[in-house]
Protein backbone atom coordinates (compact mmCIF):
# COMPACT_ATOMS: atom_id res chain seq x y z
CA UNK A 1 0.00 0.00 0.00
CA UNK A 2 1.52 3.51 -0.89
CA UNK A 3 0.35 6.63 0.51
CA UNK A 4 1.77 9.96 1.61
CA UNK A 5 3.86 10.90 4.82
CA UNK A 6 5.23 14.02 6.31
CA UNK A 7 8.53 13.32 8.23
CA UNK A 8 10.02 16.78 10.39
CA UNK A 9 13.65 15.92 12.32
CA UNK A 10 15.81 14.85 9.10
CA UNK A 11 19.30 13.91 11.45
CA UNK A 12 20.37 10.40 10.80
CA UNK A 13 16.95 8.55 11.78
CA UNK A 14 14.81 10.86 10.36
CA UNK A 15 16.59 11.17 6.87
CA UNK A 16 17.05 7.32 7.16
CA UNK A 17 13.62 6.53 7.55
CA UNK A 18 12.11 8.99 5.09
CA UNK A 19 14.46 7.39 2.60
CA UNK A 20 12.54 3.91 3.74
CA UNK A 21 9.30 5.15 3.44
CA UNK A 22 10.26 6.91 -0.19
CA UNK A 23 12.12 3.33 -1.19
CA UNK A 24 8.61 1.84 -0.71
CA UNK A 25 6.68 4.16 -2.55
CA UNK A 26 5.49 6.31 -0.04
CA UNK A 27 5.23 10.47 -1.07
CA UNK A 28 7.32 11.77 2.07
CA UNK A 29 7.16 15.40 2.60
CA UNK A 30 10.34 16.60 4.20
CA UNK A 31 10.46 19.36 7.26
CA UNK A 32 13.75 20.19 8.95
CA UNK A 33 14.00 23.09 12.09
CA UNK A 34 17.51 23.83 10.12
CA UNK A 35 17.24 24.10 6.18
CA UNK A 36 20.27 23.07 5.62
CA UNK A 37 19.03 19.27 6.59
CA UNK A 38 16.64 19.13 4.07
CA UNK A 39 18.55 20.46 0.85
CA UNK A 40 21.92 17.77 2.01
CA UNK A 41 19.45 15.08 2.03
CA UNK A 42 17.55 16.16 -1.40
CA UNK A 43 20.73 16.71 -2.77
CA UNK A 44 22.34 13.03 -1.65
CA UNK A 45 18.95 11.28 -2.36
CA UNK A 46 16.48 13.02 -3.80
CA UNK A 47 16.67 11.17 -6.45
CA UNK A 48 15.57 7.80 -4.56
CA UNK A 49 11.15 8.23 -4.07
CA UNK A 50 8.99 10.74 -4.36
CA UNK A 51 10.46 13.73 -2.14
CA UNK A 52 8.62 16.90 -1.13
CA UNK A 53 10.83 19.42 0.57
CA UNK A 54 9.36 21.93 2.29
CA UNK A 55 10.85 25.04 4.06
CA UNK A 56 8.87 25.91 6.89
CA UNK A 57 6.57 24.19 9.13
CA UNK A 58 3.23 26.11 7.75
CA UNK A 59 4.44 24.55 3.85
CA UNK A 60 5.17 21.31 5.53
CA UNK A 61 1.72 21.02 7.02
CA UNK A 62 -0.13 22.52 3.98
CA UNK A 63 1.73 20.14 1.72
CA UNK A 64 -0.06 17.31 3.54
CA UNK A 65 -3.44 15.64 2.42
CA UNK A 66 -6.19 15.15 5.31
CA UNK A 67 -6.10 13.46 7.50
CA UNK A 68 -2.18 14.24 7.68
CA UNK A 69 0.24 11.60 9.36
CA UNK A 70 2.93 13.17 10.49
CA UNK A 71 6.31 11.44 12.18
CA UNK A 72 8.84 13.43 14.43
CA UNK A 73 12.32 12.47 14.56
CA UNK A 74 13.50 14.61 16.71
CA UNK A 75 15.92 14.84 19.74
CA UNK A 76 13.68 13.21 22.23
CA UNK A 77 12.38 15.79 25.17
CA UNK A 78 12.29 19.22 25.19
CA UNK A 79 12.78 18.85 21.11
CA UNK A 80 9.22 16.66 20.71
CA UNK A 81 7.16 19.32 22.56
CA UNK A 82 8.65 22.01 20.67
CA UNK A 83 7.89 20.86 17.72
CA UNK A 84 4.55 19.34 18.75
CA UNK A 85 3.52 23.12 20.39
CA UNK A 86 4.26 24.44 16.77
CA UNK A 87 2.55 21.82 14.76
CA UNK A 88 -1.19 21.43 16.54
CA UNK A 89 -1.91 25.08 15.62
CA UNK A 90 -1.52 24.54 11.98
CA UNK A 91 -3.47 20.46 12.38
CA UNK A 92 -7.23 19.88 12.04
CA UNK A 93 -9.39 17.17 13.76
CA UNK A 94 -8.60 13.72 12.44
CA UNK A 95 -4.76 14.23 12.24
CA UNK A 96 -2.03 11.98 13.34
CA UNK A 97 1.55 12.71 15.30
CA UNK A 98 3.68 10.32 15.15
CA UNK A 99 6.68 9.95 17.43
CA UNK A 100 9.43 8.16 17.10
CA UNK A 101 11.66 9.43 18.97
CA UNK A 102 13.25 7.63 22.20
CA UNK A 103 10.60 9.79 24.52
CA UNK A 104 9.20 8.59 28.17
CA UNK A 105 5.92 6.57 27.79
CA UNK A 106 5.13 9.13 30.71
CA UNK A 107 5.53 11.99 28.24
CA UNK A 108 3.72 9.73 25.21
CA UNK A 109 0.67 9.64 27.94
CA UNK A 110 0.74 13.66 28.82
CA UNK A 111 0.99 14.51 24.75
CA UNK A 112 -1.90 11.85 24.03
CA UNK A 113 -4.51 12.92 26.68
CA UNK A 114 -3.34 16.58 25.37
CA UNK A 115 -3.80 15.96 21.59
CA UNK A 116 -6.94 13.90 21.96
CA UNK A 117 -8.31 16.93 23.92
CA UNK A 118 -7.98 19.36 20.12
CA UNK A 119 -9.14 16.28 18.61
CA UNK A 120 -5.69 14.75 17.19
CA UNK A 121 -4.01 11.28 17.54
CA UNK A 122 -0.57 10.79 19.06
CA UNK A 123 1.04 7.12 18.18
CA UNK A 124 3.81 7.10 20.26
CA UNK A 125 6.10 4.84 18.33
CA UNK A 126 9.36 3.23 19.61
CA UNK A 127 12.12 2.39 16.63
CA UNK A 128 14.80 0.16 16.86
CA UNK A 129 17.93 -0.84 14.80
CA UNK A 130 19.85 2.37 15.08
CA UNK A 131 21.01 4.11 11.82
CA UNK A 132 21.26 0.98 9.45
CA UNK A 133 17.82 -0.18 10.73
CA UNK A 134 15.92 2.76 9.94
CA UNK A 135 16.41 2.37 6.39
CA UNK A 136 16.81 -1.21 5.19
CA UNK A 137 14.10 -2.66 8.26
CA UNK A 138 13.74 -1.69 11.82
CA UNK A 139 11.75 -2.83 14.32
CA UNK A 140 8.61 -0.64 15.00
CA UNK A 141 6.28 -0.69 18.13
CA UNK A 142 3.65 1.49 17.74
CA UNK A 143 1.15 2.84 20.05
CA UNK A 144 -2.00 4.71 20.07
CA UNK A 145 -5.70 4.02 19.31
CA UNK A 146 -6.95 1.44 16.75
CA UNK A 147 -8.38 4.01 14.42
CA UNK A 148 -4.72 5.40 13.98
CA UNK A 149 -2.91 2.34 13.29
CA UNK A 150 -5.49 1.74 11.03
CA UNK A 151 -4.28 4.44 8.85
CA UNK A 152 -0.53 4.43 9.79
CA UNK A 153 0.04 1.14 10.91
CA UNK A 154 0.34 -0.36 6.86
CA UNK A 155 2.57 2.50 6.08
CA UNK A 156 4.80 1.79 9.15
CA UNK A 157 4.49 -2.39 8.49
CA UNK A 158 6.30 -2.22 5.02
CA UNK A 159 9.37 -0.26 5.93
CA UNK A 160 9.80 -2.64 8.39
CA UNK A 161 12.43 -5.23 8.80
CA UNK A 162 10.30 -8.53 7.75
CA UNK A 163 10.99 -12.48 9.66
CA UNK A 164 9.49 -15.39 8.06
CA UNK A 165 6.83 -13.08 5.91
CA UNK A 166 6.04 -11.44 9.16
CA UNK A 167 6.65 -7.06 9.13
CA UNK A 168 8.68 -6.46 12.07
CA UNK A 169 5.85 -4.26 13.55
CA UNK A 170 2.88 -4.28 15.61
CA UNK A 171 0.47 -2.13 17.30
CA UNK A 172 1.56 -2.17 20.99
CA UNK A 173 -1.36 -0.74 22.55
CA UNK A 174 -2.85 3.00 23.44
CA UNK A 175 -1.10 6.09 24.57
CA UNK A 176 2.89 4.72 25.86
CA UNK A 177 2.81 1.56 25.17
CA UNK A 178 4.89 1.85 22.32
CA UNK A 179 7.12 3.79 23.82
CA UNK A 180 6.97 1.39 27.25
CA UNK A 181 8.12 -1.74 25.46
CA UNK A 182 10.81 -0.09 23.30
CA UNK A 183 12.03 1.00 26.70
CA UNK A 184 12.55 -2.42 28.33
CA UNK A 185 13.71 -3.61 24.56
CA UNK A 186 16.70 -1.55 25.29
CA UNK A 187 16.47 -2.37 28.94
CA UNK A 188 17.41 -5.98 27.82
CA UNK A 189 19.81 -4.45 25.36
CA UNK A 190 21.69 -3.42 28.54
CA UNK A 191 21.09 -6.70 29.89
CA UNK A 192 22.48 -8.45 26.77
CA UNK A 193 25.62 -6.46 26.28
CA UNK A 194 26.83 -6.56 29.99
CA UNK A 195 26.52 -10.58 29.63
CA UNK A 196 28.07 -10.96 26.95
CA UNK A 197 31.12 -8.40 28.27
CA UNK A 198 30.71 -10.95 31.17
CA UNK A 199 31.95 -13.65 29.23
CA UNK A 200 34.97 -12.19 27.20
CA UNK A 201 36.35 -11.43 30.42
CA UNK A 202 36.05 -14.78 31.78
CA UNK A 203 37.24 -16.26 29.20
CA UNK A 204 40.37 -13.29 28.89
CA UNK A 205 40.95 -13.55 32.51
CA UNK A 206 40.09 -17.03 33.84
CA UNK A 207 41.33 -18.95 30.63
CA UNK A 208 43.89 -16.50 28.79
CA UNK A 209 42.44 -16.41 25.78
CA UNK A 210 43.31 -13.33 22.97
CA UNK A 211 40.50 -11.21 22.25
CA UNK A 212 40.69 -12.09 18.77
CA UNK A 213 40.50 -16.12 19.97
CA UNK A 214 37.47 -14.93 21.90
CA UNK A 215 36.13 -13.44 18.78
CA UNK A 216 36.38 -17.06 17.33
CA UNK A 217 34.50 -18.14 19.99
CA UNK A 218 31.72 -16.02 20.01
CA UNK A 219 31.48 -16.71 16.46
CA UNK A 220 31.51 -20.55 16.88
CA UNK A 221 28.27 -19.63 19.69
CA UNK A 222 26.72 -17.75 16.88
CA UNK A 223 26.10 -21.26 15.15
CA UNK A 224 23.40 -22.44 18.15
CA UNK A 225 21.29 -21.13 20.63
CA UNK A 226 23.12 -17.95 20.86
CA UNK A 227 22.54 -16.83 17.32
CA UNK A 228 22.00 -12.52 17.57
CA UNK A 229 22.98 -9.48 16.25
CA UNK A 230 24.80 -8.79 19.28
CA UNK A 231 26.97 -12.23 19.54
CA UNK A 232 27.79 -11.86 15.77
CA UNK A 233 28.98 -8.51 16.24
CA UNK A 234 31.27 -9.32 19.25
CA UNK A 235 33.20 -11.26 17.57
CA UNK A 236 33.60 -8.57 14.88
CA UNK A 237 34.90 -6.01 17.81
CA UNK A 238 36.68 -8.50 19.16
CA UNK A 239 38.52 -9.46 16.16
CA UNK A 240 39.09 -6.12 15.62
CA UNK A 241 43.07 -4.33 15.56
CA UNK A 242 43.46 -1.01 16.49
CA UNK A 243 45.58 0.60 12.93
CA UNK A 244 47.38 3.11 14.74
CA UNK A 245 48.77 0.18 17.27
CA UNK A 246 48.28 -2.69 15.85
CA UNK A 247 46.85 -3.71 19.68
CA UNK A 248 43.66 -5.24 20.21
CA UNK A 249 40.78 -2.76 19.66
CA UNK A 250 39.24 -3.99 22.96
CA UNK A 251 42.93 -2.73 24.41
CA UNK A 252 42.68 0.91 23.14
CA UNK A 253 39.26 1.98 24.24
CA UNK A 254 38.37 3.74 27.27
CA UNK A 255 37.13 0.89 29.98
CA UNK A 256 34.17 3.51 31.08
CA UNK A 257 30.61 2.79 29.40
CA UNK A 258 28.03 5.23 28.74
CA UNK A 259 24.24 5.72 28.87
CA UNK A 260 21.71 7.61 27.45
CA UNK A 261 18.85 7.01 29.98
CA UNK A 262 16.78 4.31 28.66
CA UNK A 263 18.45 1.17 30.48
CA UNK A 264 17.95 4.12 33.68
CA UNK A 265 14.15 4.43 32.95
CA UNK A 266 13.44 0.88 32.78
CA UNK A 267 15.34 0.43 36.83
CA UNK A 268 13.25 3.06 37.59
CA UNK A 269 9.93 1.76 36.09
CA UNK A 270 10.33 -1.57 37.26
CA UNK A 271 10.77 -0.01 40.81
CA UNK A 272 8.04 1.74 40.88
CA UNK A 273 6.04 -1.45 39.52
CA UNK A 274 7.57 -4.11 42.01
CA UNK A 275 9.49 -6.10 39.59
CA UNK A 276 13.07 -7.26 40.15
CA UNK A 277 14.79 -6.94 36.55
CA UNK A 278 17.76 -7.36 38.41
CA UNK A 279 19.62 -8.70 35.29
CA UNK A 280 19.09 -5.01 33.76
CA UNK A 281 19.72 -3.02 37.04
CA UNK A 282 23.30 -5.18 37.19
CA UNK A 283 23.73 -3.99 33.72
CA UNK A 284 22.69 -0.30 34.30
CA UNK A 285 25.03 0.08 37.35
CA UNK A 286 27.95 -1.93 36.23
CA UNK A 287 27.94 0.47 33.61
CA UNK A 288 27.99 3.39 36.25
CA UNK A 289 31.08 1.62 38.12
CA UNK A 290 32.98 1.08 35.14
CA UNK A 291 32.21 5.15 35.00
CA UNK A 292 33.51 5.88 38.11
CA UNK A 293 37.12 6.24 37.34
CA UNK A 294 38.78 8.19 40.30
CA UNK A 295 37.08 5.66 43.19
CA UNK A 296 37.93 2.80 41.00
CA UNK A 297 41.90 4.72 40.41
CA UNK A 298 41.55 4.94 44.58
CA UNK A 299 40.29 0.85 45.11
CA UNK A 300 42.80 -0.51 42.53
CA UNK A 301 46.00 0.83 44.54
CA UNK A 302 44.56 -0.47 48.24
CA UNK A 303 42.05 -3.49 47.86
CA UNK A 304 43.34 -7.05 47.69
CA UNK A 305 41.50 -9.56 45.59
CA UNK A 306 41.73 -13.02 46.75
CA UNK A 307 45.15 -14.77 47.94
CA UNK A 308 44.88 -17.26 45.50
CA UNK A 309 47.04 -18.79 42.41
CA UNK A 310 44.56 -19.11 39.20
CA UNK A 311 44.84 -22.78 38.79
CA UNK A 312 45.03 -24.12 34.85
CA UNK A 313 41.78 -24.99 33.45
CA UNK A 314 42.48 -28.60 32.15
CA UNK A 315 39.50 -29.12 29.69
CA UNK A 316 39.50 -25.47 27.74
CA UNK A 317 36.91 -26.48 25.93
CA UNK A 318 34.65 -27.88 28.96
CA UNK A 319 35.28 -24.21 30.17
CA UNK A 320 34.22 -22.18 27.12
CA UNK A 321 30.98 -24.65 26.95
CA UNK A 322 30.41 -23.55 30.72
CA UNK A 323 30.91 -19.74 29.83
CA UNK A 324 28.09 -20.43 27.11
CA UNK A 325 25.86 -21.83 29.46
CA UNK A 326 26.19 -18.89 31.83
CA UNK A 327 25.87 -16.22 29.14
CA UNK A 328 22.25 -18.52 27.89
CA UNK A 329 20.87 -19.14 31.13
CA UNK A 330 21.71 -15.62 32.30
CA UNK A 331 20.35 -14.29 28.95
CA UNK A 332 16.84 -16.18 29.66
CA UNK A 333 16.52 -14.72 33.17
CA UNK A 334 17.18 -11.18 32.03
CA UNK A 335 14.48 -11.66 29.12
CA UNK A 336 12.11 -13.72 31.36
CA UNK A 337 12.60 -10.28 34.24
CA UNK A 338 12.08 -7.56 30.78
CA UNK A 339 8.94 -9.63 30.09
CA UNK A 340 7.60 -9.75 33.59
CA UNK A 341 7.88 -5.90 33.43
CA UNK A 342 5.96 -5.53 30.16
CA UNK A 343 2.89 -7.61 31.64
CA UNK A 344 3.31 -5.55 34.95
CA UNK A 345 3.18 -2.11 33.21
CA UNK A 346 0.57 -3.06 30.81
CA UNK A 347 -1.35 -4.18 33.81
CA UNK A 348 -0.62 -1.35 35.54
CA UNK A 349 -1.85 1.34 32.41
CA UNK A 350 -4.59 -0.88 31.05
CA UNK A 351 -2.95 -1.59 28.17
CA UNK A 352 -3.54 -5.20 26.39
CA UNK A 353 -0.08 -5.91 24.93
CA UNK A 354 0.52 -9.19 23.25
CA UNK A 355 4.07 -11.05 24.64
CA UNK A 356 4.01 -12.99 21.96
CA UNK A 357 3.30 -10.42 19.07
CA UNK A 358 6.42 -8.76 20.73
CA UNK A 359 9.14 -11.13 20.83
CA UNK A 360 7.37 -11.58 17.24
CA UNK A 361 8.94 -8.31 16.35
CA UNK A 362 11.91 -8.23 18.21
CA UNK A 363 13.03 -11.37 15.83
CA UNK A 364 14.07 -8.61 13.10
CA UNK A 365 15.37 -5.14 12.75
CA UNK A 366 16.03 -4.34 16.67
CA UNK A 367 19.55 -4.62 18.42
CA UNK A 368 18.08 -7.94 20.55
CA UNK A 369 17.25 -9.53 17.23
CA UNK A 370 18.22 -13.45 18.11
CA UNK A 371 17.31 -16.67 17.11
CA UNK A 372 16.18 -16.86 20.92
CA UNK A 373 13.41 -14.91 19.98
CA UNK A 374 11.21 -16.88 17.97
CA UNK A 375 11.34 -19.65 21.15
CA UNK A 376 9.82 -16.95 23.37
CA UNK A 377 6.97 -16.11 20.34
CA UNK A 378 6.75 -19.99 20.49
CA UNK A 379 6.43 -20.06 24.34
CA UNK A 380 3.85 -16.84 24.72
CA UNK A 381 2.23 -18.98 21.71
CA UNK A 382 1.96 -22.10 23.80
CA UNK A 383 1.12 -20.28 26.64
CA UNK A 384 -0.50 -16.93 26.55
CA UNK A 385 -0.76 -16.58 30.68
CA UNK A 386 2.32 -17.67 31.25
CA UNK A 387 3.53 -16.21 34.73
CA UNK A 388 7.28 -16.08 33.91
CA UNK A 389 9.25 -18.06 30.53
CA UNK A 390 11.16 -20.17 32.77
CA UNK A 391 8.48 -22.34 33.43
CA UNK A 392 7.52 -22.88 30.54
CA UNK A 393 8.69 -26.23 29.00
CA UNK A 394 11.52 -25.38 26.99
CA UNK A 395 13.40 -22.97 29.11
CA UNK A 396 13.13 -24.57 31.93
CA UNK A 397 14.82 -27.68 30.58
CA UNK A 398 17.35 -25.31 28.34
CA UNK A 399 18.25 -23.68 31.62
CA UNK A 400 18.52 -27.16 33.74
CA UNK A 401 20.61 -28.45 31.01
CA UNK A 402 23.03 -25.11 31.17
CA UNK A 403 22.86 -25.21 35.41
CA UNK A 404 26.44 -26.78 35.93
CA UNK A 405 28.38 -24.76 33.46
CA UNK A 406 26.61 -21.85 35.18
CA UNK A 407 26.97 -22.30 38.86
CA UNK A 408 30.93 -23.03 37.64
CA UNK A 409 31.45 -19.86 36.46
CA UNK A 410 29.73 -17.59 39.00
CA UNK A 411 31.89 -20.13 41.47
CA UNK A 412 35.09 -19.18 39.76
CA UNK A 413 34.03 -15.65 39.07
CA UNK A 414 33.82 -15.42 43.01
CA UNK A 415 36.87 -17.86 43.38
CA UNK A 416 39.57 -15.51 41.77
CA UNK A 417 37.86 -12.23 42.14
CA UNK A 418 36.53 -12.01 38.69
CA UNK A 419 33.32 -9.54 38.49
CA UNK A 420 30.73 -11.26 36.80
CA UNK A 421 27.27 -9.43 38.60
CA UNK A 422 24.98 -10.09 35.46
CA UNK A 423 25.60 -14.21 36.05
CA UNK A 424 25.92 -14.34 39.59
CA UNK A 425 22.27 -12.20 39.99
CA UNK A 426 20.57 -13.56 37.88
CA UNK A 427 21.64 -17.27 39.04
CA UNK A 428 20.52 -15.37 42.31
CA UNK A 429 17.28 -14.49 40.86
CA UNK A 430 16.22 -17.89 39.99
CA UNK A 431 17.60 -19.97 43.16
CA UNK A 432 15.13 -17.39 44.76
CA UNK A 433 12.22 -18.05 42.72
CA UNK A 434 12.41 -22.11 42.94
CA UNK A 435 13.25 -21.45 46.57
CA UNK A 436 10.49 -23.43 48.94
CA UNK A 437 11.24 -21.10 51.66
CA UNK A 438 12.93 -17.78 51.69
CA UNK A 439 14.37 -15.96 54.40
CA UNK A 440 12.04 -13.20 53.31
CA UNK A 441 10.11 -14.87 56.52
CA UNK A 442 13.02 -13.41 59.07
CA UNK A 443 12.48 -10.11 57.24
CA UNK A 444 8.64 -9.93 58.25
CA UNK A 445 9.66 -11.16 61.88
CA UNK A 446 12.28 -7.99 62.04
CA UNK A 447 9.63 -5.19 60.24
CA UNK A 448 7.33 -6.49 63.11
CA UNK A 449 9.94 -6.42 65.77
CA UNK A 450 11.47 -2.66 65.34
CA UNK A 451 7.73 -0.95 63.23
CA UNK A 452 5.13 -3.29 64.35
CA UNK A 453 4.76 -3.75 60.51
CA UNK A 454 2.67 -7.28 61.48
CA UNK A 455 3.06 -10.55 59.28
CA UNK A 456 1.07 -13.30 58.11
CA UNK A 457 1.42 -16.97 58.97
CA UNK A 458 2.01 -20.20 57.46
CA UNK A 459 -0.64 -21.96 58.91
CA UNK A 460 -3.33 -19.59 59.93
CA UNK A 461 -5.27 -16.49 58.14
CA UNK A 462 -4.95 -12.64 59.25
CA UNK A 463 -2.53 -10.45 60.10
CA UNK A 464 -0.55 -10.70 63.28
CA UNK A 465 1.97 -9.07 65.67
CA UNK A 466 4.09 -10.01 68.38
CA UNK A 467 4.22 -7.86 71.46
CA UNK A 468 8.47 -7.80 71.28
CA UNK A 469 9.26 -5.42 74.17
CA UNK A 470 5.84 -7.05 76.22
CA UNK A 471 5.74 -10.71 76.96
CA UNK A 472 6.12 -11.86 73.47
CA UNK A 473 2.10 -12.50 73.16
CA UNK A 474 0.96 -12.60 69.39
CA UNK A 475 -1.82 -10.38 68.68
CA UNK A 476 -3.88 -10.21 65.75
CA UNK A 477 -4.35 -7.23 63.79
P1 LIG B 1 19.01 13.69 17.27
O1 LIG B 1 18.45 13.04 18.48
O2 LIG B 1 20.46 13.98 17.24
O3 LIG B 1 18.19 15.04 17.03
C1 LIG B 1 18.51 15.90 15.97
C2 LIG B 1 17.24 16.39 15.32
O4 LIG B 1 16.39 17.05 16.27
C3 LIG B 1 17.56 17.43 14.25
O5 LIG B 1 16.65 17.27 13.19
C4 LIG B 1 17.31 18.74 15.00
O6 LIG B 1 17.04 19.82 14.18
C5 LIG B 1 16.10 18.36 15.78
N1 LIG B 1 15.75 19.28 16.86
C6 LIG B 1 16.36 19.48 18.06
BR1 LIG B 1 17.92 18.72 18.58
N2 LIG B 1 15.73 20.39 18.83
C7 LIG B 1 14.69 20.80 18.08
C8 LIG B 1 13.68 21.75 18.32
N3 LIG B 1 13.60 22.42 19.46
N4 LIG B 1 12.78 21.97 17.33
C9 LIG B 1 12.86 21.29 16.17
N5 LIG B 1 13.79 20.36 15.90
C10 LIG B 1 14.70 20.12 16.84
O7 LIG B 1 18.64 12.84 15.96
P2 LIG B 1 18.67 11.26 15.70
O8 LIG B 1 19.90 10.62 16.24
O9 LIG B 1 18.33 11.12 14.26
O10 LIG B 1 17.45 10.71 16.57
C11 LIG B 1 16.13 11.16 16.39
C12 LIG B 1 15.24 10.50 17.43
O11 LIG B 1 15.26 9.10 17.24
C13 LIG B 1 15.70 10.72 18.87
O12 LIG B 1 14.59 10.87 19.69
C14 LIG B 1 16.43 9.45 19.21
O13 LIG B 1 16.42 9.18 20.58
C15 LIG B 1 15.61 8.44 18.43
N6 LIG B 1 16.29 7.20 18.10
C16 LIG B 1 17.59 7.20 17.74
C17 LIG B 1 18.21 6.00 17.41
C18 LIG B 1 19.64 6.00 16.98
O14 LIG B 1 20.20 4.91 16.82
N7 LIG B 1 20.26 7.16 16.77
C19 LIG B 1 17.49 4.82 17.42
C20 LIG B 1 16.16 4.86 17.75
C21 LIG B 1 15.56 6.05 18.08
P3 LIG B 1 18.25 20.74 13.62
O15 LIG B 1 18.79 20.02 12.44
O16 LIG B 1 17.57 22.02 13.27
O17 LIG B 1 19.25 20.88 14.73
Known amino acids: MTSQIGVTGLAVMGANLARNLARHGHQVVLHNRTQARTDALMAAHGGEGDFVPTTSTEEFVQSLQRPRSILIMVQAGPGTDAVIDELVPLLDEGDIVIDGGNARYQDTQ ?33 GGSDESYAIVGPMLESIAAVVDGTPCCTHVGTDGAGHFVKMVHNGIEYADMQLIAEAYDLLRHRLGLSPKEIGDVFASWNEGDLDSYLIEITAEVLRHDDAATGKPFVDVVLDQAEQKGTGRWT ?10 VSGIAEAVFARALSGHAEQRAAAQKVLPGPQVELDPVEDRDA ?9 YASKVVAYAQGFDQIAAGAEENGWTVDRGALATIWRGGCIIRARFLDRIRQAFADEPDLTTLLTHDYFRDAVAAAQDGWRRVVTDAARYGIPAPGFASALAYYDGLRAERLPAALIQGLRDFFGAHTYRRVDRDGVFHTLWGDDRREETR
Open 110 to 142: RRTAALAERGLHFVGTGVSGGEEGALNGPSIMP
Open 267 to 276: VQSALDLGVP
Open 319 to 327: YIEAVRQAL
